[in-house]
């Protein structure tokens, strides 16, 4: 929910510091960039540190960055403090992904899809808190306001690490056996169970810990593969562009990066359409109640078209499995957004980008349930973070091409580049190698030999 929020509030605040500090068109761009930029490098490096210092030190890492940086920014005194606070408040979103990597690592695999879904929604719930918020603070209060109560989340996150406990599949690849058991052990009385019998074995121990077999760590036996590729550092990395994982590894940097572009392209097509649509188009507006309130409204109702989407992808992605979900919603979100390239009513308009909105969410949402699926734990927080990565060189380069066509009145041009990122996108799932459906969580990657 705190990075929905915070990276929702990007299209509302543009405009205002742009009009405030008499910024330049590509100024104002910048402000966007740059969160992305450091989203790039916090999804790239929370990831290293998630899979080799453990996962709560990445969600303490980041909960404390972007909460402290997302609370400057209400307080910078100029454009450059502003962009400097807002590139560091996006390293720490960049961290998005090791929450829901953490969170899949505790979810046993029936209606594992579900689950995800649900995590997934508190995004939805974000954005349109987030919409909600800048329609009711933004004419009364303004932009730094805005700003510093949309970091509340944040806060709550950074106090929330608190009550978090380390992932035991984490524990147990590292050979922290004893604290794995302990986490295993308060999980099972919480939830008035009695652990299984068996004994819980590594094929690691650490350093600091010796392995007993007291009935203290009895615990059913999970084995390991005997060629497993189990080392620290950056050679989590390198083990993504292995033989059995480099495939995939492509194949999601594209489903990635289409999803983001498609995303923020409509998320900005919505501001774009509000403030452009006097100049590129024939229908007779009221200009000054447009600036005043349209933004609000359609960020609003647009943003209310995630919560359909969730329930969509909710229902397919148990249902017809990962990859047919991700195809349908492709297709649908293809469908809604081809009458864009021709100019409609304003009310048209809004419809399809709703439906356009609905579906694309609902696609990023179930590429979020297969990512972390089909990496191995070893390299699970690293995979789904450098995908990440990948989707925010796609937020990147987004704001530049929906504000310079739209605002050059080239908008058939802008949503013909939208389609073809959706295609490739939907290409690239057909050459995914399998279902995740119902299939258990891996731990490690295989060598070929």
């Known amino acids: 929910m705190a990075e929905a929020m915070e990276v929702m509030i990007l299209s509302f605040i543009g405009p205002t510091v742009k009009s405030e500090w008499g910024l330049s068109s590509g100024q104002e761009s910048l402000i966007t960039t740059v969160v992305f930029a450091g989203m790039l490098i916090g999804a790239y490096s929370w990831g290293i540190i998630s899979d080799n210092y453990g996962r709560r030190i990445g969600l303490l890492s980041v909960a404390a960055v972007t909460s402290l940086f997302a609370l400057l920014s209400a307080f910078a005194p100029n454009y450059i403090s502003l962009v400097v606070c807002r590139t560091v408040a996006g390293i720490g979103l960049g961290g998005g992904p090791l929450y829901s990597a953490w969170f899949l690592e ?106 007993t077999s007291s009935e203290e760590t009895q615990l059913l036996s999970t084995g390991r593969n005997k060629n497993a590729i189990s080392k620290p550092g950056f050679s989590s990395l390198l083990m993504l ?63 209310l078209a995630e919560l359909p989407g969730l329930i969509l992808s909710a229902f397919l992605v148990d249902k017809v499995g990962r990859k047919i979900s991700m195809l349908i919603t492709y297709w649908c979100g293809f469908i809604f957004l081809l009458p864009l390239m021709f100019h409609h009513y304003k009310i048209w308009t809004t419809a399809l980008l709703f439906g ?45 091409v929906a504000v310079d066509l739209m605002s050059g009145c080239h908008q058939m041009a802008a949503i013909i580049l939208f389609e073809a990122v959706i295609i490739l996108s939907g290409i690239s799932v057909l050459f995914l190698p399998f279902e995740t459906k119902g299939r258990e969580l891996t731990d490690t990657v295989a060598v070929n030999k």
């Open 241 to 303: 562009f292995s033989p059995s994982l480099v495939k995939t590894t492509l194949l999601l940097w594209m489903i990635y990066f289409g999803n983001s572009f498609s995303y923020y392209g409509v998320v900005l097509l919505t501001s774009e359409f509000s403030s452009g649509e006097i100049k590129c188009s024939s229908a007779i507006l009221n200009s000054h109640i447009l600036k005043d309130s349209s933004l609000y409204i359609d960020a609003f109702v647009t943003s």
């Open 106 to 211: 505790f979810v046993p695999v029936q209606n594992r899809g579900i689950w995800m879904v649900v995590f997934s929604s508190f995004w939805t719930i974000g954005t349109i808190l987030e919409a909600a918020l800048a329609w009711t603070v933004m004419p009364r209060l303004g932009w730094r306001w805005l700003l510093a109560l949309s970091s509340v989340p944040c806060f709550a996150a950074l106090i929330f690490y608190f009550l978090t406990i380390e992932s035991p599949r984490y524990l147990y690849m590292n050979g922290m056996i004893n604290e794995a058991y302990n986490v295993l052990k308060k999980m099972a009385e919480i939830n008035g169970r009695e652990l299984p019998s068996g004994l819980l074995v590594s094929d690691k121990v650490s350093e600091n810990e010796e392995m």
């Open 356 to 400: 356009a909105r609905m579906f694309i969410i609902g696609n990023f949402t179930v590429a979020g349930v297969y990512c972390p699926e089909i990496y191995p734990t070893s390299v699970r927080t690293t995979g789904v973070g450098v995908a990440s990565a990948v989707g925010r060189i796609a937020g990147m380069i987004c704001p530049l």
